[in-house]
């Protein structure tokens, strides 16, 4: 089975910097996705992970450690519309993402 | 920017009733997929389809569902005599291949909710 584990819920100041970290167990791992949804809407595109280390997109970095089934997506100056469920996703078997429930992070002022 | 387009965005449906929910993917893209998204739960795979037939389903995806690309721009999912835990949020996605392009992964669309009374 496919387990996928990230913390349910953040709050962080607008400006500020925030972590959210993911743990996985899979039976298969192609690479890793980071997906940002708003309530009611499709999941959005964040980054994906092949290889271990950083990956920078703007605000955005994605981080991950295959050895240890680790990630962690980097927010920077954070913005009122950022605030969002962010989900982990493992890509594994010939096509097919498991994710995680996702982090909820709401952005105070 | 290209988007996944799904129909209807709302459907209510009586319980034993056939519901049909239509997705048009991205045009250059070759693998369709299925997933959804129980209310409060996560993101679950349900089907992926290449070539004009299913490479993957998972163990949600039983008799009572079916998919079809019955021409060159749709992608159906059919779901057979609804039970009233298929309410969800059903997502079609699509992506460029079977090894995901890293820069844009999988599309997917808005969503159709579906609520089965």
């Known amino acids: 089975g496919q387990n996928i584990d990230q913390p349910t819920e953040m709050t962080a100041t607008e400006g500020a910097i925030v972590q959210i970290n993911c743990t996985y167990q899979?039976?298969?791992?192609?690479?890793l996705f980071w997906y940002q949804q708003h309530a009611g809407e499709a999941p959005t595109f964040l980054s994906y992970?092949?290889?271990?280390g950083l990956e920078e997109k703007g605000r955005f970095s994605s981080f991950l450690s295959r050895s240890k089934g680790y990630s962690y997506l980097l927010l920077k100056e954070l913005q009122m519309k950022d605030s969002a469920s962010y989900l982990c996703?493992?890509?594994?078997?010939?096509?097919?993402?498991?994710f995680g429930k996702g982090n909820q992070v709401v952005v105070i002022p | 920017e290209p988007e996944v387009t799904q129909t209807p965005s709302h459907q209510v449906t009586q319980m034993g009733q056939e519901v049909i929910l239509r997705c048009v993917p991205i045009?250059?893209?070759?693998?369709f997929y299925w997933y959804r998204q129980i209310l409060g739960q996560k993101v679950e795979f349900l089907v992926s389809?290449?070539?004009?037939?299913?490479?993957?389903k998972s163990e949600i995806f039983d008799d009572q569902f079916s998919v079809e690309r019955p021409d060159g721009s749709n992608f159906t999912l059919k779901i057979r005599s609804t039970k009233l835990e298929d309410s969800a949020m059903y997502f079609c996605?699509?992506?460029?291949?079977?090894?995901?392009?890293?820069?844009?992964?999988?599309?997917f669309g808005s969503g159709t909710r579906l609520t089965v009374v």
């Open positions: 996605a699509s992506s460029e291949g079977g090894w995901v392009h890293s820069n844009y992964g999988y599309t």
């Open positions: 045009s250059n893209h070759l693998y």
């Open positions: 996703a493992v890509h594994y078997g010939n096509n097919r993402l498991a």
């Open positions: 389809f290449y070539n004009n037939e299913i490479s993957e």
């Open positions: 899979t039976s298969g791992f192609n690479g």
């Open positions: 992970n092949v290889l271990d």
